[in-house]
C-alpha cells in the first residue's frame, strides 16, 4: 500500500474511535508522513504498509468494538497473551498489520504517553514521534528518512505547540535517564553521517543539521538527576537498552 491509502484507513479508525470517546493515535512513519510534505520528496521516498497506534489501556473495550465494526480480524491469541499492553489486528483486505500500543511506546526505550496521547488530534506530538525514532538502536535507513523529514519541515520549540518539535520535553526525558540520552547521541550521530554523504539538496542538509546542533545543546545543557548521573558511572560495562521484541523489532514501520 502506498501512504496515502494506508492514512486514510488510520484516519477513519481515529475518527471512529473519536465518535466512541476512545482516544486513539498514530505513530510510527505513517504519522511522520501526515505531518511532513517533505517524506513525499524523491530524496526521502519510502515504503508504508502496517499502521500502528496508541491508545489507552483504560478504553481497550472500545478500541476492539472499533475495529471489530470496521471489520479488522483480530490476533486471539496475540490479544488474550498481551492484551494488557498491546493490540494486534489484521487488514485482510491486502495483509497488512494493524498495531495497537497501550500506554506506553516500548521498544529498546520505555515511554510514557499517557499523559500526551491528547496533545494532537490524529497522532502523538511531533516530540513524541521524533523521540520514538531517535531511540532505535538498530537503525535502519527508513528511520533516518522520518528522521530527517521532521526536522526538515518542523521548527523546534522549548514547549508544546502546534506544528513544532518540543525539544524541551526531550531534554527533560534524557536528563533522568542516561540510556535514552546515550541512544539519542548515537542516532543523531548516524543521522548526520547519512545526511553529509546522502544525495540530499544541500538546503536539507543544512537545516538537518542545524537543527540536530540544537537539539544536542538542548540535551547536554538541561540538568541532570541523580539517577542519571549514578547511571553515567557504570556506563557502557552493562546494556543502557531493552532488545525490542516480535513483531516491533526494528521500529515502527
Given at each position: ?84 499492553r ?116 544541500e ?49 515502527l514501520?
Amino acid at each position: 500500500m502506498i501512504g496515502m491509502e494506508s492514512l486514510e484507513k488510520a484516519l477513519q479508525i481515529i475518527k471512529e474511535g473519536d465518535k466512541r470517546g476512545a482516544t486513539i493515535r498514530l505513530i510510527g512513519g505513517l504519522a511522520i508522513y501526515y505531518h511532513s510534505p517533505t517524506a513525499r520528496n524523491e530524496y526521502f521516498f519510502r515504503t508504508y504498509g502496517d499502521i500502528d497506534f496508541v491508545g489507552l489501556s483504560s478504553q481497550t473495550k472500545m478500541i476492539k468494538a472499533v475495529m471489530d465494526d470496521l471489520g479488522y480480524k483480530p490476533h486471539e491469541r496475540f490479544n488474550a497473551l498481551h492484551g494488557g499492553r498491546r493490540l494486534l489486528y489484521f487488514d485482510e483486505s491486502n495483509g497488512s498489520r494493524i498495531d495497537f500500543l497501550l500506554d506506553y511506546f516500548e521498544m529498546c526505550h520505555k515511554i510514557d504517553l499517557r499523559d500526551r496521547i491528547g496533545i494532537d488530534n490524529v497522532t502523538i506530538p511531533l516530540a513524541d514521534l521524533l523521540l520514538t525514532k531517535l531511540q532505535i538502536v538498530e537503525l535502519n535507513e527508513k528511520d533516518i528518512k522520518d528522521i530527517a523529514v521532521l526536522l526538515v519541515d518542523h521548527a523546534l520549540s522549548q514547549k508544546d505547540e502546534e506544528d513544532k518539535i518540543n525539544i524541551k520535553y526531550i531534554a527533560t526525558l534524557c536528563s533522568n535517564d542516561w540510556g535514552l540520552q546515550k541512544t539519542v547521541e548515537i542516532t543523531l550521530d548516524r543521522v548526520l553521517e547519512w545526511v553529509n554523504r546522502g544525495a540530499i539538496s544541500e538546503e536539507y542538509r543544512k537545516i538537518i543539521n542545524s537543527k540536530i546542533e540544537e537539539i544536542r545543546v538542548a540535551i547536554e545543557s538541561e540538568p541532570k538527576s541523580l539517577k542519571w548521573r549514578v547511571r553515567s558511572k557504570i556506563g557502557e560495562k552493562i546494556r543502557w537498552y531493552e532488545i525490542p521484541e516480535e513483531p516491533l523489532r526494528g521500529g515502527l514501520k
